[in-house]
């Protein structure tokens, strides 16, 4: 499908591609670039890729797809460096999670030629760097397309085509309205997380620890969001802050109706909205986006040495 990938950061999503890529069989060369010395040499000590690259400008020569898998404030600084040297007809797109953000820094410095088609794919784990990927991480999971209105469809068409061949289910939406949906989807569950984990950090040490053993519950499932990419989400409030502020602003006062019905013990306002909110999780499952499994679907099996 394509003769040359560059893949601009290798951590979970990039490294994922790799696998992801060499399963499908549907790419002859995998050039990788990261600013990092120590990182470049974990990848290829891996051997994610069939070149490595300091310099992101020598990793698109010649690439005919090119997939940005940074934080997204340092793209200004990526495209900069990468355009001169992007090939006529090459498909650039990228990975993060903010799409608007991405349109704005990205279309003043395309040259002519190279088709832009911003992208998300919707999957991931706490984990991150370039030994975290796995190539189902993908599979059933949605990526979503953010192309501009006069997009060459061809280049879309096959971007599409990539991703399904990755595994993943296409969709294609408007980069302020995917903004808006991955704010209360992804970008506000991660900032309740951080705060609630963050609330822990600040308790008195007694009370700490005992959260802490006692956490397999609905905390332990916070510490997993939490413990994600601190500079990767830095990123994402900063480039999405209206959409967020938004979402964060409707979820404060639906918190703040539950906040009225402890106190006023109106039991059956609580029961009401947890009636109405069971039928969210059921959906999420029945689209195939999660697993009825009991807890999650975590293994519960004998440890190591059980008798």
């Avoid at 890529?21 to 010395?37: E, K, L, P």
Wanted: charged share 20%; aromatic share 6%; proline share 5%.
């Amino acid at each position: 499908m394509f003769a040359r990938l560059a893949l601009i950061g290798i951590g979970l999503i990039g490294s994922s591609i790799v696998h992801a890529a060499r399963r499908a069989g549907i790419v002859d060369h995998f050039a990788i670039s990261t600013r990092r010395a120590e990182t470049l040499a974990e990848a290829e000590a891996l051997g994610l890729g069939d070149s490595y690259h300091l310099d992101a400008a020598a990793a698109v020569e010649n690439a005919d797809l090119v997939i940005i898998c940074a934080p997204v404030l340092a793209y200004q600084a990526i495209i900069e460096r990468i355009a001169p040297a992007l090939m006529p007809g090459a498909i650039l797109s990228d990975a993060g999670s903010v799409k608007a953000h991405v349109v704005e820094v990205i279309r003043p410095h395309l040259p002519e030629g190279v088709h832009f088609v911003p992208g998300h794919p919707i999957a991931g784990t706490e984990h991150s760097g370039p030994s975290a990927g796995f190539a189902t991480l993908f599979d059933r999971r949605w990526c979503i397309l953010t192309p501009e209105p006069n997009a060459d469809p061809a280049a879309v068409k096959k971007l599409s085509a990539f991703w399904r061949a990755l595994g993943s289910h296409v969709e294609i939406m408007e980069p302020d309205h995917h903004d808006l949906v991955l704010a209360i989807t992804s970008h506000v569950p991660h900032l309740i997380a951080y705060n609630i984990v963050g609330t822990v950090a600040d308790l008195e040490h007694d009370t700490k620890s005992e959260v802490i053993k006692f956490s397999a519950s609905g905390f332990r499932d916070f510490t997993r969001i939490a413990a994600s990419d601190p500079v990767m989400w830095r990123d994402v409030f900063l480039t999405n802050r209206d959409a967020v502020l938004e979402m964060l602003g409707r979820f404060t006062e639906d918190l703040s109706v539950l906040q009225r019905a402890v106190r006023s013990g109106d039991g059956k306002k609580l029961e009401e909205m947890f009636t109405r909110t069971r039928t969210i999780r059921r959906s999420i499952i029945d689209a195939g986006q999660e697993t009825a499994a009991a807890d999650f679907g975590r293994p519960h099996g004998k440890p190591d040495g059980a008798g």
